[in-house]
């Protein structure tokens, strides 16, 4: 049982994860990707996805963002993204380090959703001032967002739309791609490359693995040498089974969807039990496994107090007396988790 | 039993260190470093160099050497170390992207161990050139040497003496460190800090963990921002413990000197058996756990004809009838293998 | 006679600046500042501004202040800026290019100037967010400003020391710097470091030069190695006297005041004679050289049909039937020339 | 009169490039190189070259290699070059910059130049190493070459052919191009393109102007965006006509050949008259305006005393009693210089 809703990155991994690393620790086994496991994670998204693609492992979220939007950004372009958008404000400047100095240009989003007009304005900007001014390149959009809301199909689809009709890439951050998937019910495939994605962030540490993350291309052609970039920042692993194992064992028999699935229903969970307390209010839409919510502060500091652990955020329109705070489940959050925390709430509420 | 002598980097994890990884499955567990494990990690590397130091694991040597190098080089500045080092040529221009566009010197070095004096002759030219030269920041030397040779001790201090009357900053990538440091003899303390190192690459993944490195800053203020450096190179884990604790294991009950001892016999063995072949010859003193040998054309394709994996190495100075090969054991190897790749090279004697 | 108001950048040198480069036509001369003319520039600037400072010629304002920025910024680091400074978007990323992945926070100001407080806030912000975030590492203001305005000295001087309190460099991209410094009316030293600037980008080519401007480092020790920076970015002139020279000529004998002070003038009685307008309004203070003003379309458009230069404007608040545009004065601008563009606008008035 | 022979860019401007400056010295002029010199320069060069091009004036040399070889190069690639060539040894680290973490590859070239042979051995050891290496992208060569030999064209061809076969842009440092187009009595085109050549540094600093190269683009196509990488790199002048009005007067009537004539002339004279000395030898062929000679100490010291200004030169092959020494001419080079030197130095010989 646990009081921990701070973040999904706090969990253990899934059992079947462990058991495949521990499965894959056999030798001598080639290095560098030239060994079973990588190999048949290649076919695994190839059938998942429905398409050849060109995929990429690595070890972290922050890696697989950078590298991507590196790929399909020049030294002099700029990656269009929500101004609060974790490549923006969480990653430490690695997009612009990998890009070699590229640029991100922010765009408010209330629902951390950017728009098409917005890409369309920023290209009209950027094509007035010429030379002066960086390239835009990529838009990334962020699948379940920052706030915990989820782009419909027809949203991505119609940002792909724009972004391609002036020549930008498009880029999906999907730290929490499987929560977003569950919440829409829709095939990777439509979820992806057929509302004109170009490259994924596929993210798996936060949803059940120790640590992996999958960059996949849907054009192979588009991840030309991309291996060398994945190289020169580190991150080739020489025992890369153990990361294509976690992989595989992620994606094989639905275990991220089922993963996924489980976080958001104990969201929603959440959430309803919270909405229907007088005086508390969500702050956004809970899509995925990510509650925004305001409270009275004496609620907040109750809570505290009970050893629950969450965030108080910044950057939320609230009420004087009012405190918000983000709430995260994962796979590993318990009915009895959820219960706990409704009760404490519950509990104050009188007071 | 294995016949695969091609490098230690495709051994499994050795079963303490998986273990320790089990045993860090529980959750939650705070996220990027606040946690046990990592704690722990710090104060058995300040034990086990008796010194105070900054440590930071990563996944990869590439990452530890480029983050380390890109900590004590500015952006116009270049670093010294012998001209085939790892660095220098498997990196994929790792260290020179990290710095920011800084540049590797590379010294000859038949037995890859660079000099004082070559130090001494690069700093004079730079100097004498001035602005218009990269400004000489640090020396880098691998230990063991990619030849498989060791620095003595004296070796390391009269090089970094020189590196410091420059004002140059010493790195050791140490990927085998522990191989070196069962062939010296001495202290952890003693082969690094008080022979004048700044910063270790300390590796673990070639003897015994599944992907873990460790940069080692024994002036804690040299460290500043390095945590920065981390994170933006997406190489901080959220799920660190999982990193952390493979390390832990790999360094408590001298695991990592026994593993290492048992890969420097290995390959002592593996020497003293071949050097006694007619017509087999050591190209470098056997030092650590690689050898690199030249052998008679046809010996060579026997032993691949019957099934022993390893690398024929170029750059080496040998004999048109002679064909030279490099051959790595490891903490896996075992006594039996050694013994059939002797009797496979014996067996061939005659012919 | 002229009707271009678009730029001061469209300028001839003037007469002394160009005398001087002729005069400089000497040779041989000692290459890459070995130069009389680039020793009497060092002594000139201390003292103008009546302190040892280490100077460095470059050819253009974003040479300049790229390599200021990142002379004062780690490449995890960030610049707190005006949302729409020159830096921000007007330089095609070079500053994120030269600090090596940096970044620039930009931060709202109606009127150009960046106040202490957002300061402050953001720096709150990236502590809360540790090693997640960059480090607010430099303040960059503009003076005068994109917007024609100018800190006061009070501004200038709170904004440094709330940048100082958190340990953040300050840099002041002074591309009409001498304009500002004719409205202030006081010494240089007043309008930078005695207010707490540490770095300096003293423009000259929009304000009578062919091609220079000049980076000052009131603490030479903060210097360190900035050659080496200039000479990697391909900013370091073999034949520096041609910069040195127009500098020198700029600075003495109060030309860059005298430059400035007649552009001010030209542009006080061009937005007085605007103001008087029915229907014209200024849309900023016009402190130095530049009007942004919002008239009726038909009469923008008119004075187009006119044959006058300038640009439309966006981003200012305009009502429906208005248009903002900028007009910029120089130092070659003639008393006639500000009297035919308000006689063409009066002419207008009563259409 | 002179006894400097330090280098070619000790020199004034020619009175034929600071007329044009002076000449162009009108206004208002469309900045950025909306400018009719500029339109004229990139018409000249179409015509003198004779084939489309794009054309990008900068500053300086450093600027216009590393530029160029950032076009050609990605930031996980290498350049292969002479081992001492000037973007190697002389620009701090320019390239690697502007490449944004890029490497150079040094060969070895007794004469300073590189064959194609060394080309194919260096894309066979990348290939061999794949990913962990960096990726063989372009050849950089000087003409005349850093010992002041010239290619044949035949040689530029051959190492081109090479170079293309392999997928590697062909990358050519003129800084003194002038000088060798002369000795080869060749069209430009010739000397460039028609040879393999892909983009070209046209120097003109050395040869008689105030501070001007262009970079040329034989396939516009390849200088897609470079417009960009200048303006990043704060190297697109707002009052762009200072420079391109340089360039124009420096082709133009043949200015630029009149001028390398003359100081190839200067040179062969003043190497005739050296090498005719006993105890005098040249350590290679003078095919431009610089000369690499072995003299005895004792001769080198009494030149020195004599006012005559070079280079002692380090790495030459030289005897225990030889000192090796560089002189160049130039455009402003006159005989009774090279008189003066050579009367000094038969005046010593009896001594």
């Not at 190999?39 to 590298?67: D, Q, S």
């Not at 007009?117 to 960086?134: I, K, N, T």
């Not at 950057?315 to 959050?333: F, H, K, M, N, P």
Request: charge should be negative.
């Amino acid at each position: 049982m646990s009081r921990n809703f701070t973040s999904d990155n706090v969990t253990p991994a899934c059992a079947a994860v462990m058991a495949a690393v521990e499965a894959a620790n056999q030798g001598p086994v080639p290095s560098y990707g030239g060994d079973a496991h990588t190999v048949r994670l290649a076919a695994l998204i190839a059938e998942l996805f429905e398409t050849e693609a060109a995929v990429f492992p690595v070890t972290t979220g922050t890696a697989a963002n950078a590298l991507a939007l590196a790929q399909i950004t020049p030294p002099y372009g700029t990656v269009l993204c929500y101004e609060n958008a974790h490549v923006a404000t969480d990653e430490c400047g690695a997009p612009e380090f990998f890009m070699g100095g590229g640029k991100l240009t922010g765009l408010p989003a209330a629902d951390g959703k950017i728009r098409a007009e917005q890409v369309a304005a920023v290209v009209a900007l950027a094509d007035s001032m010429g030379v002066h001014h960086v390239k835009p390149a990529a838009v990334s959009l962020t699948q379940a967002t920052e706030w915990g809301t989820v782009y419909t199909l027809d949203q991505v689809a119609e940002l792909s739309a724009m972004a391609q009709r002036h020549g930008l890439r498009v880029h999906m951050d999907g730290a929490r791609f499987a929560n977003a998937l569950v919440h829409l019910g829709c095939s990777p495939a439509a979820a992806t490359w057929r509302s004109g994605v170009d490259v994924l962030s596929l993210g798996a540490t936060k949803n059940g693995a120790l640590c992996a993350e999958l960059v996949v291309f849907f054009d192979p052609a588009l991840a030309r040498d991309f291996d060398r970039r994945r190289k020169r920042a580190g991150h080739l692993w020489s025992k890369l089974r153990f990361l294509s194992a976690q992989l595989v064992a992620y994606l094989e028999d639905d275990l991220w969807l089922r993963n996924a699935a489980h976080a958001n229903a104990m969201a929603a969970t959440l959430a309803a039990g919270l909405a229907a307390l007088p005086g508390v209010r969500l702050l956004q839409s809970v899509d995925a496994n990510e509650l925004f919510v305001a409270l009275p502060e004496r609620r907040v500091a109750a809570l505290e107090r009970g050893g629950f652990g969450f965030y108080r955020w910044p950057g939320c329109a609230v009420a004087g007396d009012e405190t918000a705070i983000r709430l995260v489940t994962s796979y590993a959050t318990e009915a009895r988790d959820v219960a706990a925390l409704l009760d404490a709430a519950r509990g104050m509420a009188p007071a």
